[in-house]
């Protein structure tokens, strides 16, 4: 059974930095696709970023230049750091994982490709 664990949310003011984690367990596909996503009570679940097996990322517009997504193949973690923050950036956080490449950033971020999540973790964004 595949579990996922985020953390490192919290409270943080406008310019600044926050590293989310989650911990993965549970599979063990040779190839694989993990993804952070974002969302907030008016919106649906955006992508922010992804990575493959071989670590080729993947952000969509609302993360790049600012965040850095990055995996501890060891441990199976995968780690979201978030630069120059925004109050826009304001939403709970979720990680998922799927089997198979990535495909492009499209196929990546799309949330009706994965099924299971973690529970999430809040990031809020103070100006």
């Known amino acids: 059974q595949i579990q996922l664990v985020e953390s490192g949310g919290g409270s943080v003011q406008s310019g600044g930095s926050l590293r989310l984690s989650c911990a993965s367990s549970g599979y063990s596909y040779q190839l694989y696709c993990m993804a952070w996503f974002r969302q907030t009570p008016d919106n649906g679940r955006e992508g922010v970023a992804a990575i493959d097996a071989e670590g080729t990322e993947f952000y969509t517009d609302a993360a790049k230049g600012r965040f850095t997504v990055s995996r501890d193949k060891t441990s199976g973690t995968l780690y979201l750091l978030m630069n120059d923050v925004k109050v826009e950036d304001t939403a709970t956080y979720f990680c998922?994982?799927?089997?198979?490449?990535?495909?492009?950033?499209?196929?990546?971020?799309?949330?009706?490709?994965?099924?299971?999540w973690g529970q999430g973790t809040q990031v809020t964004v103070s100006s």
């Open positions: 998922t994982v799927r089997p198979g490449r990535c495909g492009n950033v499209y196929q990546a971020t799309l949330p009706n490709l994965y099924v299971v």
